[in-house]
């Protein structure tokens, strides 16, 4: 369905907090087809995107290891995107 959501699991160090939670908002951005909500919607995409990073956290829990680390890199540990955002470099 959405090839742009990045594979978490395997990943050194483990996904972030934030990592899973920009996922989730993807997923819901994707499903919903909705990019720019008003106000109440935003809230309530955003509670659903937490349901969703709970649920994703819990599911990489208890997924089993991987021999290799996936093939992409997510986009908040590349250096431009985290610049873009105004981010904190990534550290390992």
């Known amino acids: 369905m ?7 699991r395997g990943l050194e160090p483990a ?14 951005r994707k499903v919903t087809g909705v990019t720019k ?17 709970a ?7 208890v997924v089993p290891k991987r021999r290799q680390p996936p093939r992409s890199v997510p986009p908040l540990r590349r250096p431009e995107v985290r610049a873009r955002l105004g981010l ?3 550290t390992v």
């Open 88 to 90: 904190e470099p990534f």
């Open 2 to 8: 959405c090839r742009n959501i990045t594979e978490l």
């Open 15 to 28: 996904a972030t907090v934030e990592e899973v939670d920009a996922a989730a908002r993807q997923y819901i």
């Open 37 to 53: 909500p008003n106000p109440v919607l935003a809230e309530q995409l955003e509670a659903a995107a937490m349901e969703v990073a």
């Open 55 to 61: 649920v994703t956290r819990a599911v990489l829990a």
